[in-house]
């Protein structure tokens, strides 16, 4: 309690007066943090960022976690999803004829626009339903993956990869070219001219959001690479 001769003001001017010191700690202590906070975070936040890129380049197969077997999925698909993922994703020997072929064989199968409008997205459709296309997604992402990294593949592998995306691009389903345009644009393969050509064709795919597609998948390509090239966008785990 204040003391009776004591008035409010003068009250706030002796506490003012006794705190100074205190108060002059306290803005210090916030302005200090203020610019920590500006500065320091940043480079924690890179960091952190350098041991997850860290991380992901020691782990072979882009940071992919585990497959775990699924109930609402066949056992032939768990079966393969488990092989894909944990075997051969994450696999630091070099992918041979007998890995690739089994590759292959899912993305020359492909699926049809059928498949997935009239059972994959039927009403009632069950997850196994719609395994056809996911064989697929799955197979060209951790493909898309490896040569994005540059990991090893044989060469004669690697041609059988190569030419059977290359070759989705002729699928008459419109969904089948557009992954083909990402992955032969998210692994890198369109620094070579043949292929960069094949996808400079797609410009003139009668489907809009494909010929779109190929427009924005190579325009992203050149400016990631533009940027690498200055220094300013760095993927450790990949090998040039």
């Known amino acids: 309690m204040l003391p009776a001769t004591q008035s409010t003001p003068g009250a706030f001017k002796m506490l003012a007066k006794k705190h100074k010191t205190s108060l002059i700690v306290a ?22 960022g350098q041991v997850i890129k860290q991380a992901k380049f020691n782990d ?13 999925q066949s056992d032939e698909y768990n079966e393969y999803l488990s092989w894909l993922v944990n075997d051969v994703a994450k696999s630091r020997e070099a992918w041979g004829d007998e890995t690739v072929d089994r590759m292959v064989a899912i993305l020359d199968a492909r699926y049809t626009q059928e498949q997935v409008e009239n059972i994959a997205q039927r009403p009632g459709a069950t997850m196994r339903d719609q395994e056809s296309y996911m064989y697929f997604e799955f197979t060209m992402a951790v493909i898309g993956e490896r040569l994005r990294q540059n990991e090893p593949i044989e060469p004669e592998a690697r ?57 924005n998948g190579l325009d992203y ?4 690479e533009r940027l690498r090239a200055e220094g300013k966008w760095h993927e450790p785990w990949i090998k040039d």
């Open 27 to 48: 803005v210090c202590i916030l302005v200090i943090g203020a610019a920590l906070g500006r500065f320091l975070w940043p480079a924690i936040g890179a960091g952190i």
């Open 60 to 72: 072979i197969g882009g940071g992919v976690p585990a497959y775990t077997p699924n109930p609402s």
């Open 159 to 215: 041609r059988k990869l190569v030419l059977s995306i290359t070759d989705a691009l002729a699928d008459p389903y419109a969904r089948i070219r557009n992954s083909a345009i990402s992955s032969l644009c998210y692994s890198r393969l369109v620094k070579d001219p043949a292929i960069r050509a094949k996808v400079v064709a797609m410009f003139n795919d009668p489907v809009g959001y494909i010929a779109q597609g190929a427009r």
């Open 221 to 224: 390509f050149d400016e990631i």
